[in-house]
């Protein structure tokens, strides 16, 4: 297990620290809740090291996409994250039998959750890259004064269009300065996004803000996609809650591409038996 001792004063003076655990060439937060995450999302510090202010939610779908792809973009961007939330409960019970034991899951959906009442009471200026009108609207129903900005359809892999969604953003950030911008597009969508931001930052506009790539998350929290009930996520069933719900958009994923990810853990088991550190 690797410790990172990151840790800053939350309002009131307490201290707290996020662990990170190594896996799959990912550090991943080592937290007991979504709280103290929040918490140094709000309030920690930016780090000055080559670590970006970025929150990335990678479960056992994009740990087999980064695996796959592993000089893009986006798996870059998840290298050099501040914080990778372990959303999927697979990831925690293969931690446990790899030997670097993740205390819980960290989704992305219950991140959202808890941080938007926050964002929302205490006024934090922010940016909101959304997927549909009605999900700006429904968000802005909360929040007006934020920025929501609200790409046309558009494909991952189309560099111009990407540029152009980034240079709507940057406008929309000077004009707030915002220190939160949230993503909500969907996987590899919200990283490409993020990453192109990154490298065009002006420094002019101030430091970098927190940027989250969060998938469906928004639309989970407005209600117009369903979320697992909390039992079903205690048992690390949301995927196939999921896909009940999506069974011909989601079978491919789950079942076909996504068995990849036993291969993964076999060679991430090897590798540590063979006294390695698993993939950088």
């Known amino acids: 297990m690797t410790t990172d001792s990151t840790s800053a004063n939350k309002p009131g003076g307490s201290v707290f620290e996020l662990e990170r655990v190594r896996l799959f060439g990912l550090d991943l937060v080592n937290a007991p809740s979504l709280e103290p ?27 087999v996409h980064l695996d796959r792809a592993p000089y893009s973009v986006e798996s870059d961007l998840f290298r050099r994250a501040q914080f990778c939330l372990p959303d999927g409960q697979p990831l925690v019970l293969v931690s446990r039998f790899l030997g670097s034991r993740l205390r819980a899951r960290l989704p992305g959906s219950g991140l959202f959750e808890e941080l938007w009442p926050r964002i929302v009471a205490e006024g934090v200026p922010t940016v909101v890259v959304a997927s549909s009108s009605s999900l700006a609207d429904l968000l802005a129903q909360d ?17 111009e269009a990407v540029a152009a969604i980034v240079t709507d953003v940057l406008a929309a ?16 969508k919200d990283a490409r996004i993020i990453a192109r931001l990154l490298d065009r930052w002006d420094y002019r506009l101030g430091p970098k803000p927190m940027c989250l790539g969060l998938g469906a998350s928004f639309s989970m929290y407005v209600g117009l996609t369903r979320r697992a009930p909390a039992w079903v996520q205690r048992i690390g069933m949301e995927w196939f809650y999921r896909f009940l719900q999506e069974p011909r958009r989601l079978f491919r994923r789950y079942f076909i591409r996504d068995l990849g990810f036993f291969g993964i853990v076999w060679r991430e088991w ?11």
């Open 143 to 159: 929040r007006a004064e934020a920025s929501y900005i609200v790409p046309p359809m558009f494909d991952a892999d189309d560099d």
């Open 173 to 188: 950030i000077e004009a707030v300065r915002p220190s939160v911008v949230l993503v909500g597009i969907g996987n590899p």
């Open 37 to 63: 995450v929040v918490d140094e999302i709000l309030y920690g510090h930016r780090r000055d090291d080559g670590i970006e202010p970025v929150v990335l939610t990678p479960n056992v779908d994009i740990v």
């Open 270 to 280: 090897r590798n540590r038996r063979a006294g390695g550190s698993g993939p950088t």
